[in-house]
């Protein structure tokens, strides 16, 4: 079955340390990889997804399909990325008609000034 | 205004009762979802629907109902049957699987 892991659930670090949230998964297709942010008071958002290949707000992330895993990345971190962090997992059934998006347990990000 | 909308914001219930929590999309999305988020569970997934009229169930659907009626709600009910509601329920819509999902605000759902 599908699986995504979060190993931490908090990760505290210092204004302009290098951040690394983990985020292993657990699937035998080629799924589709996310990370999703939620800062405090605001709705679940969508933060990166694998296929763009894009940096947003200085993150980046990497599907290492060896390792299965997908890590978040930012060089500096700032105060203002303190939130919670889900990885999450899309996928298609065999046959390409059936799928589910499932998440992490999340990891907290607390960036300390 | 586009967007997700769930309401009520916060829902009471008497122990016995079900309980109708509402979501709704103007986003003209195919797919929605219902996940339960819990501290320290992150979010369950409960129900989704990838089309009208066609419904799947999650990793934790017990005790939980939908339906998918017309593309743009997919309401969720909690039944007497679920063991453990008080919680809070946040719906998703997406264009399509594996693509990017829209969160509503959530509802936070006490069973008093």
């Known amino acids: 079955a599908q699986r995504v892991t979060q190993p931490e659930k908090l990760l505290s670090v210092f204004k302009g340390a290098p951040v690394e949230l983990k985020c292993n998964y657990s699937?035998?297709?080629?799924?589709?990889l996310f990370w999703y942010v939620q800062y405090s008071r605001q709705r679940l958002q969508l933060l990166l997804r694998?296929?763009s290949r894009e940096s947003i707000k200085g993150f980046t992330a990497d599907l290492n399909k060896g390792e299965t895993s997908f890590h978040l990345k930012k060089p500096f971190a700032q105060e203002e990325d303190s939130a919670m962090y889900y990885c999450a997992l899309s996928h298609l059934n065999y046959g390409g008609s059936q799928g589910n998006l499932i998440f992490g347990k999340g990891t907290k990000l607390s960036v300390k000034p | 205004d586009g967007g997700i909308t769930q309401s009520p914001k916060y829902l009471f219930r008497k122990e016995g009762q079900n309980v109708t929590l509402s979501c709704e999309q103007n986003?003209?999305?195919?797919?929605m979802y219902w996940y339960r988020q819990d501290p320290g569970q992150g979010l369950r997934l409960i129900y989704y629907?990838?089309?009208?009229?066609?419904?799947q169930k999650g990793d934790i659907a017990e005790g939980y109902s939908v339906s998918r009626e017309k593309k743009e709600s997919f309401p969720l009910t909690v039944t007497s049957a679920q063991k453990n509601p008080t919680a809070f329920y946040l719906c998703?819509?997406?264009?399509?699987?594996?693509?990017?999902?829209?969160f509503g605000q959530g509802t936070r759902l006490t069973v008093v």
């Open positions: 998703a819509s997406g264009p399509s699987m594996n693509t990017e999902a829209f």
């Open positions: 986003l003209n999305h195919d797919a």
């Open positions: 699937y035998s297709g080629s799924p589709e």
């Open positions: 694998h296929i």
């Open positions: 629907s990838q089309i009208v009229n066609d419904f």
